[in-house]
C-alpha cells in the first residue's frame, strides 16, 4: 500500500512554513489456513486467518521556513508480527470478501535541526487495514 502526505494540509497549520515530504509505503507478507464450504452448486462460502510480517516506511519529512531554518525528520523502516483474518463468497466465479491485518511496528525517528543538531526517538504505531475484495476467481 502507497499513501501520500498531505503537505497542504500541515502547512495550513503552520503559517509561514512550507513542508515536502514522500509517501508512506505498507507490505504485508501473510500466510495462512483457510476453510470453504459449499452452500450450493454455484456458492461457496470461506474463511481464513493468517500471520506474517509487517514491513512499513515513513517517509522523509522536511518543514523550512522562509528565514532560512528547517528541521528535517528522517524514519527507519517498522517491522511487526502481523494477523489478518478475512471471509468471503464465491458466487460462480465472483469473488466478495473482506480482510482484516492489523499489527504494531516499531520506528526510529531522527530529527535534524538546520542540518545539525539532532535526536532520535522510537515509537510503536499500530496499524490496521480492512480490506474490501471484488473480484473474479480462476
Given at each position: 500500500?502507497?499513501?501520500?502526505?498531505?503537505?497542504?494540509?500541515?502547512?495550513?497549520?503552520?503559517?509561514?512554513?512550507?513542508?515536502?515530504?514522500?509517501?508512506?509505503?505498507?507490505?504485508?507478507?501473510?500466510?495462512?489456513?483457510?476453510?470453504?464450504?459449499?452452500?450450493?452448486?454455484?456458492?461457496?462460502?470461506y474463511?481464513?486467518a493468517?500471520?506474517?510480517?509487517?514491513?512499513?516506511?515513513v517517509?522523509?519529512?522536511t518543514i523550512?521556513?522562509?528565514?532560512?531554518?528547517?528541521?528535517t525528520?528522517?524514519?527507519k523502516m517498522?517491522?511487526?508480527?502481523?494477523?489478518?483474518?478475512g471471509?468471503g463468497?464465491?458466487?460462480n466465479?465472483?469473488?466478495?470478501?473482506?480482510?482484516y491485518?492489523?499489527?504494531?511496528?516499531?520506528y526510529?525517528?531522527?530529527v535534524s535541526?538546520?542540518?545539525?543538531?539532532?535526536?532520535?526517538?522510537?515509537?510503536?504505531?499500530?496499524?490496521?487495514?480492512?480490506?474490501?475484495?471484488i473480484?473474479?476467481?480462476l
Open positions: 500500500m502507497v499513501n501520500s502526505v498531505d503537505e497542504t494540509a500541515i502547512e495550513n497549520q503552520l503559517s509561514g512554513f512550507t513542508v515536502s515530504s514522500g509517501s508512506y509505503l505498507t507490505t504485508w507478507t501473510m500466510t495462512g489456513v483457510g476453510i470453504e464450504t459449499v452452500a450450493s452448486p454455484t456458492v461457496k462460502i474463511g481464513l493468517q500471520i506474517g510480517l509487517l514491513l512499513s516506511s517517509p522523509d519529512l523550512s521556513s522562509s528565514y532560512g531554518t528547517s528541521v525528520q528522517t524514519t517498522g517491522t511487526a508480527l502481523a494477523y489478518g483474518f471471509a463468497v464465491l458466487i466465479r465472483f469473488n466478495i470478501g473482506l480482510r491485518y492489523t499489527g504494531e511496528p516499531e526510529e525517528h531522527s535541526f538546520n542540518g545539525g543538531n539532532s535526536t532520535t526517538a522510537k515509537e510503536k504505531s499500530p496499524t490496521t487495514v480492512l480490506e474490501v475484495m473480484g473474479f476467481s
